[in-house]
């Protein structure tokens, strides 16, 4: 069964660093996604990405985020200078070709980022 | 903005017996969803549900979507231990794919 995959799985980093963590969306999928869960929270909303350009973006998604698709297959995100309270869990998701609108999105294991 | 609010927050079930749990909302969602998460792991759609009313079955799971659109409950039967995880409702806020989250109900199965 086709699947979303993320790397690193785990990453751990010092404060100011950038980040970028990388994803595979379902090979045909055309709408891309990335949503964060802070530990014992729940999921939220960071960005939507579609004929290589952000559709929706949310609060937290500042000036220090960005998405990129780089080549047919992957897609990055990239945090440019971390602080403590990016700490989470990132989930990459893509949908297929009803979009956005079903809310039918396949996720990704996570990339599990510490910020220390 | 829009909140999903859903209960109860935990549940500690024995094995076999069946379980409920809701999702409300202050405003109207036009598709609700459930996903589950399982420790360690990315959220995974359980059921999809587009029309105020509906019921829907997936396996031992049903769900139905409330006919203000403003609320859905999940149902699952005859639990057992793979079961656990966290349960969350979720709606799309918009058509390019943000989903509004609920705080998620944590089942825990003994068996």
């Known amino acids: 069964e086709p699947e979303v995959t993320q790397t690193p799985s785990h990453q751990v980093t010092q404060m100011g660093q950038e980040v970028i963590l990388r994803c595979v969306p379902i090979s045909n999928h055309l709408y891309f996604y990335w949503y964060r869960q802070i530990l014992g929270q729940k999921v939220e909303f960071l960005v939507s990405f579609y004929n290589n350009e952000i559709s929706e973006k949310s609060e937290i998604f500042d000036d220090q985020f960005s998405v990129e698709r780089p080549d047919g297959s992957n897609f990055t995100l990239k945090i440019r200078s971390t602080k403590l309270e990016d700490s989470a869990m990132y989930f990459c998701a893509s949908s297929g070709a009803g979009g956005g609108g079903t809310g039918e999105l396949f996720f990704g294991e996570g990339s599990r980022l510490t910020v220390l | 903005g829009q909140q999903l609010n859903q209960s109860p927050q935990s549940m500690f079930i024995q094995e076999g017996e069946d379980v409920s749990m809701n999702c409300t909302s202050s405003?109207?969602?036009?598709?609700w969803l459930w996903y589950k998460q399982e420790p360690g792991e990315g959220p995974v759609l359980l059921i999809a549900l587009y029309k105020a009313g509906e019921l829907t079955s997936n396996g031992r799971l049903t769900a139905q979507f409330g006919i203000t659109r403003k609320d859905s409950f999940l149902n699952i039967s005859a639990s057992i231990p793979s079961d656990v995880g966290i349960y969350f409702c979720?709606?799309?806020?918009?058509?390019?794919?943000?989903?509004?989250f609920g705080q998620g109900t944590t089942l825990q199965v003994k068996p």
């Open positions: 979720a709606g799309p806020s918009s058509n390019t794919g943000k989903l509004i």
């Open positions: 405003s109207i969602f036009n598709t």
